[in-house]
């Protein structure tokens, strides 16, 4: 049944999160037909009428297209594709520098403990 | 459409309900939720018309709530009236010749879903695999409304998965509205729409729970324990 949802967030939104993140790992291409409301509904274990929404809203946001009689797929429109992909960027970063501030470390404690730990990281992989 | 206008039922001098009102979207999954002996399997029993209100009214799509509104309403029982002589394609048959609406093929393509054959004899049955019976027999109906009494109560944990998903598969909910009574509410939360939250007889609340988790950050067991802890 895939990843569990957490039930105090709304559903719609964690699935429009996993189906972006897909996306953004191109896991899903540009262009690709996504599952069926049904397939998607089954294979996530929630309700079809939640994932109508995410499709819709994930519509709405131009990440996705609906064609008539075909199904949905994901947009071939690039600009939109490279906005997710700063804003999922964007939202990770946010997500990391809230909590460090909120422990207490300093914003040039933040950017030399990523350099170092990228540059560690690189040395490992070298 | 379902609506209770002032409903009370009475068992003795038990109140099951007492002066509920309420209505009931259509093309959902609804869950009613509360604790033991609340009066959850009471709503759906007199939805079914299986039991008739003490006071008030209950339409289904117009139609006052009587024996007859079977024609509209597939209904599960939390026990199973089967004969135990009979194998799981005389029961098939058997629901076929009492329902003009009951689908063969779909009972067939249930089956299979459920790794269920039409050979084995009803006695035989591991209690998990009458679960899934039970899913099989009143999904195979096409009407309007589904009733589900504890579908998921005493199985193992496999057994609910299956059930849960052979939910979501055939079940079509542009045309179909299902109610669920349940204990299990982690596992069926993810498929709920609506809840209906019932505490000693009184419907507190008909809520969707996406707006819920929206609203107050909380899921439906968050919700509960706060909610009927307050007494």
Partial sequence: ?126 | MIEFKQVSKRYGTKHALKDVSFSLPTGKVIGIIGENGSGKSTTLKLIAGLAKPTSGEISVNGEVASRRISHVVSYLSESDGFYPFFTVGDMIDFYQSQFADFSPAKANEILSFMKLDRSQKIKNLSKGNRGRLKIVLTLARDVPIILMDEPLSGLDPLVRDSIIKGLISFIDIEKQTVLITTHEIEEVEPILDTMVAIKDGRVICVQDVEELRMQENAGILDWMKRVYQEG
């Fill in chain 1, 1 to 126: 049944m895939g990843e569990e949802f957490n039930p105090s967030k709304p559903i719609y939104l964690q699935l429009i999160e996993r189906i972006s993140h897909q996306i953004v790992r191109k896991e899903l291409s540009a262009g690709e037909k996504l599952p069926s409301v049904r397939e998607m509904a089954i294979q996530s274990g929630v309700n079809p009428n939640t994932v109508q929404r995410t499709y819709s809203e994930l519509e709405r946001m131009g990440i996705v297209e609906t064609r008539r009689g075909q199904g949905t797929f994901v947009t071939e429109d690039e600009s939109i594709l490279s906005s997710l992909r700063e804003n999922l960027k964007e939202q990770q970063i946010i997500q990391f520098i809230n909590d460090m501030r909120e422990m207490g470390y300093t914003d040039q404690e933040m950017v030399r403990g990523l350099q170092e730990y990228l540059r560690k990281e690189g040395g490992a992989k070298a």
